[in-house]
């Protein structure tokens, strides 16, 4: 019997010794973040967050769910594969406001407002923004950041070469600027890209044609898409189509910049997103200013981040999002990406001087969504809103992509 107690004890010591070493840590818990950031600034600014989220968030590992695509089109189609087989991503990354609706109505995404009142961020982020992320009293994302989309983009060597010098106070004077450049022998006036960006400049339009107020309106069913301020707008698009490359809806947006760095254009009305990528591909020498007729007034997406339903990992998406919607993250995130943080707190020292003046204006200006880029609008409305633009393309006709238009605002509307 002793010897059984002798052989037991040493078993025993065995044992806890093994349990002692350093294999026996516990791997860390992996958090899948589902983004459409794959390259260039968008994936810069993402591996500055990934660092900051190691950091912040001890025993939990970051696991890349990236699907490249322009404007995440390939990332959302896996994504819905994914939902409909219910494997969804413990976060995924999706335009804040409207375009979250299709998620909420599926039950597919958490409801986060405990988080800005725990968080402290109604006291960081602008009154506006938490109005437009709010759908029937509750907030399901986190904003990483804040893209302004009426910017129009400049090369300034090539309006000089048409006696431009100033950039054009109202859209008259735009359109007298195309006619110069056109004039000139400039091959594409305004470099333009595909069905969405398409609707990007249609919707600067209607900003400068309806006003800030009666734009927004467009999406919550206040304003009438049949009126004559949006024939007028139409007509405008339609006019500034007509100084633009003919391939237009073969190019996605950097193969349409491409046009303005080589001089075959004057002018780009894209994100300011633009900024970053300009600078990567060594063109530092542009300009830009806000649409004409869009005065003071700022269209705004933010890329954000969800809680999906039935997430494997909470604890770490949790520190995830708590990451991304802190004023470090937001700051190393921004910096790298060419956007500005969603915050107003973020010091705006280390930043562009593109970004500082986004900064500044993102706090004073008036707010705007974006259909293009899901806070106007859901998916559903986007997709059907691109088919009109491609039908267009073919068959210009400014009375029936009207019609086509309110139509779409017919069916999917909500309050």
């Known amino acids: 019997m002793r010897m059984v107690a002798v052989i037991a004890a040493a078993a025993l010591l065995t044992a806890s010794a093994c349990g002692s070493g350093k294999n026996d840590t516990p791997p860390p818990a992996t958090v899948e973040v589902f983004t459409w950031w794959a390259e260039g600034g968008e994936k810069a600014g993402l591996d500055a967050l990934v660092a900051r989220f190691d950091a912040d968030c001890p025993g939990q590992r970051f696991e890349n769910g990236a699907v490249a695509g322009g404007a ?15 494997d969804p991503p413990d976060t995924f990354q999706a335009h804040a406001g409207a375009e979250l609706l299709d998620y909420i109505d599926a039950g597919q995404v958490e409801d986060l407002t405990a988080y800005y009142e725990s968080w402290g961020l109604r006291d960081v982020l602008p009154a506006g923004l938490i109005d437009d992320l709010t759908v029937r009293g509750k907030i399901y994302s986190v904003p990483a950041n ?9 090369n300034p060597a090539v309006l000089a070469g048409a006696g431009i010098t100033t950039p054009p106070k109202d859209l ?9 450049l056109k004039a000139a022998g400039v091959e594409a006036p305004l470099a333009l890209g595909r069905d969405w960006t398409q609707l990007m400049l249609l919707e600067a339009v209607l900003i400068t044609d309806l006003g800030p107020d ?24 339609t006019t500034l189509l007509g100084y633009g490359n003919l391939d237009r809806d073969t190019l996605d947006w950097p193969q349409a910049e491409r046009l303005l760095i080589d001089g075959k254009a004057g002018y ?15 063109f530092p020498g542009y300009g830009w200013f806000t649409f004409p007729g869009n005065g003071n007034t ?17 604890t770490g998406t949790e520190c995830w999002l708590k990451t991304v919607s802190s004023a470090t993250g937001q700051q190393l995130f921004n910096e790298a990406k060419g956007s500005i943080p969603a915050r107003v707190d973020v010091p705006s020292s280390g930043f562009s001087p593109y970004q500082q003046s986004a900064m500044t204006d993102w706090k004073s ?8 880029h899901g806070s106007g609008c859901s998916q559903a409305w986007q997709s059907a809103v691109n088919a009109a633009l491609r039908s267009y393309s073919t068959s210009p006709d400014p009375a029936t992509l009207q019609a086509a238009l309110a139509q779409a605002a017919t069916q999917f509307v909500r309050p």
């Open 72 to 86: 995440g089109v390939n990332a959302k189609q896996e994504l819905t594969r994914r939902m409909a087989r219910h």
């Open 146 to 154: 804040i893209h302004r989309a009426n910017v129009v983009w400049t």
């Open 172 to 180: 008259p004077a735009f359109i007298d600027n195309l006619a110069k």
């Open 214 to 237: 009666n734009f927004a309106g467009l999406f919550t069913g206040r304003t009438d898409w049949r009126g004559a301020p949006v024939t007028k707008a139409v007509n405008d698009f």
């Open 268 to 282: 780009q009305l894209m994100g300011d997103w633009a900024a970053a990528d300009l600078e990567a591909k060594n």
């Open 298 to 314: 700022f269209q705004w997406l933010a890329d954000s981040f969800t809680l999906s339903t039935g997430a494997s990992n909470i």
């Open 365 to 372: 200006a008036t707010q705007v969504p974006s259909c293009a």
